[in-house]
């Protein structure tokens, strides 16, 4: 296993197009994650998946984002009619999450979008 | 709602010396998780050390150690013999066993030679 992958790795497109991003989470990990970071800052939360189920959307996020994590393997998460704002990088992490214990958080490199 | 603090936007200190990185959280939950990870510049996310609330040792892992206060809701990061490689942005997070973590906002750590 390779850990996280996150494809594309940057993403460069213009105001109002969509936009998809792909995560592949260590293969064993029931929880995946899905932050977004700006520059100097830290991971703000976006949304998370246990299983395929999706546990909880911040709701400082737009109706534009979507996630899915079809049968519980990948995820993807879609923007749609891109703002500028938007311009950030999106970091994908899975974890094994069990109901006693520290459950480490294993990130992917991140998908770096600059809207034009 | 649980929320992380990490007071101190950017530290230096000299390669060799110790440094401390300060977080304190809130929350209203008894049991807990508490990390620290490391983003060296332009490179991904890695853990560096944590801590389970109902343990009352402080974690150790190589040079780096923990400072676990629950009472005070503090969580601060001693890095000891710093070394260049340490240069990075470290998060303190927060994790219980039924929610997401949430991490804080950051201190960007530099390593002087």
């Known amino acids: 296993d390779t850990g996280v992958s996150q494809d594309p790795r940057h993403k460069i497109t213009k105001r109002g197009q969509n936009v998809t991003f792909r995560c592949d989470p260590i293969?064993?990990?029931?929880?995946l994650y899905w932050y977004r970071q700006t520059l100097g800052q830290g991971p703000e939360f976006l949304t998370y998946?246990?299983?395929?189920?999706?546990?909880?959307k911040s709701r400082l996020l737009s109706d534009r984002f979507s996630a899915e994590r079809p049968k519980g393997s990948f995820s993807t998460l879609e923007i749609q009619r891109t703002e500028q704002g938007d311009s950030a990088m999106y970091l994908c992490?899975?974890?094994?999450?069990?109901?006693?214990?520290?459950?480490?958080?294993?990130f992917g490199q991140g998908t770096r979008l600059t809207v034009v | 709602a649980q929320t992380v603090t990490q007071s101190q936007p950017e530290m230096s200190v000299q390669e060799a010396e110790t440094v401390t990185l300060s977080c304190t959280y809130d929350?209203?939950?008894?049991?807990?998780?508490l990390f620290w990870y490391k983003q060296p510049p332009s490179r991904q996310m890695i853990l560096v050390i944590r801590?389970?609330?109902?343990?009352?040792q402080n974690a150790t892992e190589n040079r780096f150690s923990v400072n676990f206060q629950k009472a005070a809701k503090s969580f601060s990061l001693k890095i000891s013999d710093s070394q260049l490689g340490d240069t990075a942005m470290y998060f303190c997070?927060?994790?219980?066993?039924?929610?997401?973590?949430?991490f804080g906002p950051g201190t960007s750590l530099s390593v002087i030679p």
């Open positions: 997070a927060f994790e219980t066993s039924y929610d997401k973590v949430i």
């Open positions: 293969s064993e990990h029931n929880r």
């Open positions: 801590q389970e609330a109902y343990k009352q």
């Open positions: 998946f246990q299983n395929e189920a999706q546990l909880e």
């Open positions: 929350t209203s939950e008894s049991n807990y998780y």
């Open positions: 992490a899975s974890s094994s999450h069990r109901d006693r214990g520290a459950t480490e958080a294993f």
